[in-house]
């Protein structure tokens, strides 16, 4: 009898310790915007589905989830399994073999059904390397009683002479409205997004097809210039310091007449609770000047499979719920169709009742008009709208960044800049080899 007892007590012994041995457990490297705190709340639909699959989350803010997660798909660590990251890393990374190719995500998946501009940023010689989250754009974000006071009529598709134009004559530095609000601050994420994507319309480019720098030449000159002496005429007080953040507290505050930004901002500019101005918002593409391309740009947030995990399938079938479109039906239902993660699939577009949110037109139409692998109206080397793909960009795009926030702030003539930038991003290129 002893040894029986014995032997169903070793036999359960074994169970117990067999047993968490049944659930993989994947680590999920994320950043702490609203989005992905609302992921991680949904995520037991996800456990209920795959009892088989424990998530472990990493929450970041953006700059140290940029610097953790590089290092280890680099060095192919293996401490995620799933990585939150960003339209700019995708094709440089997957170029380089650090991720898990996500082409044989199942039929169910509907892969056809991601807009094709945000398919388009996250795929390397027909491989799809990451599965968006969220896909934005950037707009005009307009007040439609100060545009009607000023006697105009917004187009649907505005130049930047209009843009020009239209904010002077909302302008009352007076009572503290300016007509312009764009980022000034510097930073490769801040104002050189908005400048990259505003010089793509003007016919500027970074580099021509050898790499060689552009920046003295006439098209960038005219960027600039205008940029400068719109937002001299009718920008805020210290626009060279003003990014996102910024630009979002004058919108909702009153102080703005006209804001392009990222499309995702126009839930913000348009809730009664946050924005005083809520009911006069107004939407239109981001301008263009005749050549043949707008002023906007393209990101997505994204989930990638880093090279370096053993946990592959595990993670590719995480990957495929959080991106699909049972998920925006599950924040539907929970939340409401305003706070779906926009911006990714074309059915969601075509849903008649994501149809009556306000923005989602507009943010649909700016998104398909931006195109990473053509961002330029001259045929150029490199992938991205408002930023090149390749590793040297953030460093070059930074100091270049500071350069132009200079000459906003009247430091420097718009010439200096442009020659500073010319200069140090021929020493950086030089230094990585693109150029000799």
């Known amino acids: 009898m002893k040894l029986f007892t014995r032997a169903l007590l070793g036999v359960s012994a074994l169970a117990l310790l067999a047993s968490p041995a049944l659930a993989e457990t994947i680590t999920i490297a994320t950043v702490n915007n609203g989005d992905m705190i609302r992921m991680q709340k949904l995520a037991g639909e996800f456990t209920a589905q795959n009892p088989d699959i424990e998530l472990e989350w990493v929450t970041l803010e953006e700059n140290i989830l940029r610097q953790r997660v590089t290092t280890d798909v680099a060095t192919k660590g293996g401490q995620y399994d799933v990585m939150t990251i960003g339209t700019y890393e995708v094709p440089i990374w997957g170029s380089k073999g650090w991720l898990v190719s996500l082409n044989d995500l199942p039929a169910s998946y509907d ?15 027909g491989e799809l390397y990451a599965a968006p989250f969220y896909g934005e754009s950037s707009m005009v974000m307009y007040r439609k009683d100060l545009m009607e006071k000023a006697g105009l009529t917004m187009p649907e598709a505005p130049t930047w002479e209009f843009i020009g134009e239209a904010a002077r004559a909302m302008t009352d530095k007076d009572n503290e409205i300016y007509g312009a609000c764009f980022r000034g601050k510097a930073g490769w994420g801040e104002n050189m997004a908005f400048l990259t994507a505003m010089a793509n319309s003007f016919g500027a480019k970074w580099f021509d097809m050898d790499w060689n720098p552009q920046f003295t030449g006439e098209a960038w000159t005219e ?3 205008f940029y400068v002496n719109l937002l001299n005429d009718a920008g805020p007080p210290g626009a060279s310091n003003n990014g996102f953040n910024e630009n979002l507290s004058l919108f909702q505050t009153g102080k703005c007449g006209m804001w392009i930004d990222a499309t995702v901002a126009a839930s913000f500019v348009t809730n009664p609770n946050d924005s005083q101005v809520a009911d006069q918002v107004g939407f239109a593409l981001a301008p263009d000047t005749g050549l043949g391309k707008r002023g906007n740009w393209l990101w997505a947030w994204s989930l990638a499979i880093p090279a370096g995990t053993e946990k592959a399938d595990a993670a590719k ?13 599950l924040v539907a239902a929970n939340e409401g169709w305003a706070n779906v993660p926009p911006g990714t699939r074309t059915s969601l577009y075509e849903n008649p009742e994501y149809a009556k949110v306000p923005f ?6 700016s998104i398909n008009s931006a195109d ?3 961002p330029t109206i001259d045929p150029v080397p490199y992938v991205g709208v408002q930023f090149v793909a390749i590793p040297e960009f953030q460093g070059i795009a930074t100091s270049t ?23 140090l991003t021929e020493r950086e290129m030089k230094r990585s080899g693109y150029i000799k």
Do not use: C, H
């Open 111 to 125: 892969v056809d059904d991601i807009l094709p501009a945000i398919r388009g940023g996250l795929t390397v010689d």
């Open 223 to 225: 960027t600039l210039n």
């Open 317 to 329: 079938k995480f990957v495929a719920w959080a991106t699909s479109k049972e998920y925006l039906e």
């Open 360 to 365: 989602a037109k507009m943010t649909l139409e």
């Open 372 to 374: 990473p692998q053509n």
């Open 401 to 423: 960044g500071q350069q132009f926030s200079a000459a906003l702030a009247g430091s420097i003539s718009v010439e200096e800049a442009l020659q500073n930038a010319q200069n």
